[in-house]
């Protein structure tokens, strides 16, 4: 089942310079429980993809239609509120708020939406950070975390409302290697859990573990190609 549909997506946007088309007529389908990596060259269109999916940012011409969702359609507060409950977002720089505990960033997407009463929410977020490896901190703050602990925090935040749909943009880039690869094994497990992981990275090497891989040049999908 496809979980992520575009249908001739593009996005331009005014320059001083005329128009520049960040994407250009972009056909692509996701599917549940794949890790999917998106690549391309500074400026290729990976961020607009990202932002197109995530509804951050609304197509110029044609459709995104992402866990049934035509995002188009929807008002910009009905596209937020879609947002917190559908899609999970993994950033490098892992964009935890420095004072709140662990837990309490976790428990952060669930307060915002509503999803869970509040025992119910903290019960969740401590499975989560279990389930990322890291219920030993739940208490601490962000900065007594090394970078990939902060990473796995980041991850359970991103599950918070059990979203279908996680974006993650470069989320090895700020971590040595043997830290990279266990996270990206557990983006891998969710995957094989059955969400949709999108992953944005430079690194050929991690892109090519995923079960796709995306490349974009210069606004266009160059070539998708299945692992192995």
């Not at 007594?144 to 602990?149: E, N, V």
């Not at 880039?173 to 430079?202: Q, Y």
Request: charged share 20%; with cysteine; net charge neutral.
């Amino acid at each position: 089942m496809n979980v992520i549909e575009l249908r001739g997506a593009a996005r331009v946007y005014p320059t001083p310079e005329g128009p520049f088309a960040a994407l250009a007529a972009v056909d692509l389908d996701l599917a549940a429980g794949e890790l999917v990596a998106v690549v391309g060259k500074s400026g290729s269109g990976k961020s607009t993809l990202v932002h197109l999916i995530a509804g951050l940012d609304r197509p110029t011409a044609g459709t995104v239609r992402v866990a049934g969702t035509p995002l188009g359609e929807l008002a910009e507060g009905a596209l937020s509120a879609w947002r917190g409950r559908h899609v999970g977002v993994v950033f490098q720089f892992f964009q935890l708020l420095p004072t709140l505990t662990v837990l309490e960033n976790v428990l952060l997407p669930i307060d915002l939406c509503g999803t869970l009463a509040p025992a119910r929410a903290r019960t969740r977020a401590r499975a989560l950070l279990d389930q990322v490896g890291i219920a030993d901190q739940a208490d601490k703050l962000p900065n007594a975390l090394s970078g990939g602990q902060q990473q796995r925090a980041a991850i359970a935040r991103a599950l918070a409302n059990d979203p279908e749909v996680v974006l993650a943009d470069e989320p090895t880039g700020n971590l040595d290697s043997a830290t990279a690869d266990a996270v990206l094994e557990l983006l891998r497990g969710l995957a094989r859990a059955g969400k949709t992981i999108v992953v944005v990275t430079h690194d050929r090497d991690i892109a090519s573990r995923a079960d796709r891989m995306v490349t974009l040049v210069d606004g266009r999908v160059a070539e998708v190609r299945a692992r192995g």
